[in-house]
């Protein structure tokens, strides 16, 4: 029952992406405007907007560059990478960009810097046109922003450090006396202590940041080499010192990714630039992780690089999410194609069985006429229902239960019948949509026959042999004419019977008289026959009164 009830529920998507733990806007790909459509709870959060003030605007309209800073790339950069997704139909990360936000009235008014790693990609329909662009961003302001504190910090240790140098050997070479000159010394001795622990505080500092933020830190040689050790490297992967030495890394990184990996890194050491990448790296106790890379060159005075400070992202929750909201989106659309399609063939179903009833009747229609076509209809509407429960539960399901179909639809049907009494008795069995369409409105018909010709209880039995269905219905009239034709037989619902059986059940009918009186009608065609994909709950086969 649990089980159940759980697939019986429709996921509200809009909900589900307002709530995934992570910044994203989806944008109608209207260039130049791309409009915002939706906006996750943790995106509003970072940029200080609400959702009712930037829903159905255009981005650069919410997000304009800060007039303030004249050098400012953040509009041009972002536009550009969104064109070439809508070229290319394929995601595009860009390297970080600053790109500073406005911030409400309330909060002072102004800009804020900040700056972000995003990445754009596209949502594409069954025909692989781009409906929707996904922009999804990271805030990395305040990594780059104890990056650049530590360095300055760092500068101004130097230059401190370089100072008293100076002083120091200017006073010495003033100084008379050896006494002095040791004094002298040992203040100089104690400034440099005072500055290296200043240092070793500020890169405390640093680290104990970076581990709050629980990322992985490394160094590379200015060569790209990993060399030294890597406290955070070794106690993710348990790799020892000597095993990721030089290109030894790669060892941790999964197979498919290591070749790829060191390609595009041995690039942007050639390159000078910004690395940026994803990759798999293997826990120490085996688990594969997914995480995002960056690192930048650290320059000296002279501008050559000093090493290569790089961070790992663990983004494995991340990209679970992003595949679990993808399947399901694909998911739905396929659902939705299907129900649709469906509806349409009901709806072409009725037309036709209209356009028949007009054909035999040039004027008013017979209420028992008009009784067959309620029942026609709402045939139709037990298979839409059955469908479109289908679709809900599992999308990829393509048969369905001709026992669950009928034990739905005569029960409908003996409401219409007075004291006529349906006694049923149907196996199990399976078949697509369309023929269990079929199936019902021909059982309508039959029935409909047997109420109209004969008398006493109407019997409907249902049995399987193999890969054959047999449909019969009895009734205790007065039976067949010995001269009855159906081919010849002037009844609409003969006709109907005939034409269904014969396309779109692929079967034959016979039409007899039973020994112990009445009328047999029996159909005789070929469902796909299978037990796994069946949809109701009915699995066992018994006699029903109705």
Not at 5 to 26: C, H, K, M, N, Q
Not at 282 to 303: M, T
Request: proline share 4%; glycine share 6%; with cysteine.
């Amino acid at each position: 029952m649990a089980a159940t009830s759980l697939l019986s529920i429709t996921p509200d998507f809009r909900a589900l992406f307002e709530a995934v733990p992570g910044l994203y806007l989806t944008l109608l790909p209207d260039a130049p405007a791309f409009t915002i459509v939706a906006v996750s709870d943790s995106y509003l959060r970072a940029t200080m907007t609400r959702r009712e003030e930037i829903v159905g605007r255009g981005l650069f309209d919410v997000f304009p560059d800060n007039p303030a800073d004249v050098s400012a790339t953040g509009v041009s950069n972002l536009r550009a990478s969104l064109m070439s997704v809508l070229q290319n139909r394929a995601p595009h990360t860009m390297a970080i960009q600053k790109y500073d936000i406005r911030r409400p009235e309330s909060e002072g008014g102004g800009f804020e810097v900040r700056y972000w790693s995003p990445i754009n990609s596209p949502v594409l329909d069954a025909q692989g046109t781009v409906t929707l662009l996904l922009h999804r961003v990271e805030d990395v302001t305040e990594f780059f922003t104890l990056e650049a504190q530590r360095q300055e910090e760092r500068r101004q240790a130097q230059e401190s450090l370089t100072q008293s140098e100076q002083r120091a050997g200017a006073s010495l070479l003033r100084a008379e006396g050896l006494q002095e000159t040791n004094s002298r010394l040992r203040l100089l001795l104690t400034e440099r202590r005072q500055v290296e622990e200043a240092l070793l505080h500020s890169e405390e500092r640093f680290r104990a940041a970076v581990l709050a933020v629980g990322d992985i830190v490394w160094t590379n040689s200015p060569t790209g080499t990993m060399e030294g050790e890597q406290p955070d490297w070794a106690a993710f992967t348990g790799q020892r010192l000597a095993d990721y030495q030089g290109y030894g890394w790669a060892q941790a990184v999964h197979p498919d990714d290591a070749q790829p990996t060191l390609v595009a890194w041995n690039e942007a050491v050639a390159a000078r630039k910004m690395f940026v990448f994803e990759h798999r790296v293997r826990r120490q106790d085996g688990v594969w992780r997914v995480f995002s890379i960056r690192a930048v060159p650290v320059l000296n005075a002279e501008g050559d690089i000093r090493e290569w400070v790089g961070v790992h992202t663990d983004i494995t929750e991340r990209r679970e999410s992003e595949i679990e909201i993808a399947a399901l989106n694909t998911r739905l659309r396929r659902a939705m194609t299907e129900t649709h399609h469906r509806v349409k063939n009901n709806l072409q179903m009725m037309a036709a069985l209209i356009e028949m009833q007009a054909m035999q009747r040039i004027g008013s229609m017979e209420v028992s006429d008009l009784l067959r076509l309620k029942q026609n209809i709402q045939a139709l509407s037990v298979i839409h229902d059955i469908l479109t429960q289908e679709a809900k539960e599992d999308g990829d399901a393509a048969l369905l239960s001709g026992k669950t179909v009928l034990e739905k639809f005569l029960p409908l049907l003996q409401q219409t019948l007075g004291d006529r009494r349906l006694v049923v008795q149907i196996e199990e069995f399976s078949l697509p949509g369309k023929q269990a369409t079929a199936l019902a409105i021909v059982t309508n018909e039959l029935i409909a026959n047997a109420v109209k010709y004969g008398e006493g209880e109407i019997e409907v039995t249902l049995s399987v042999a193999g890969d054959r269905a047999t449909l019969e219905v009895c009734d205790d009239g007065e039976g067949f004419a010995p001269d009855f034709d159906p081919e010849t037989e002037a009844n609409t619902g003969l006709e109907l019977i005939e034409n269904i059986s014969r396309y779109d059940l692929r079967g034959q009918t016979s039409y007899e008289n039973r020994e112990q009186g009445g009328a047999r009608i029996r159909l005789v065609f070929h469902p796909v026959l299978s037990s796994s994909s069946l949809v109701g709950p009915y699995g066992k086969t018994g006699e029903r009164c109705l």
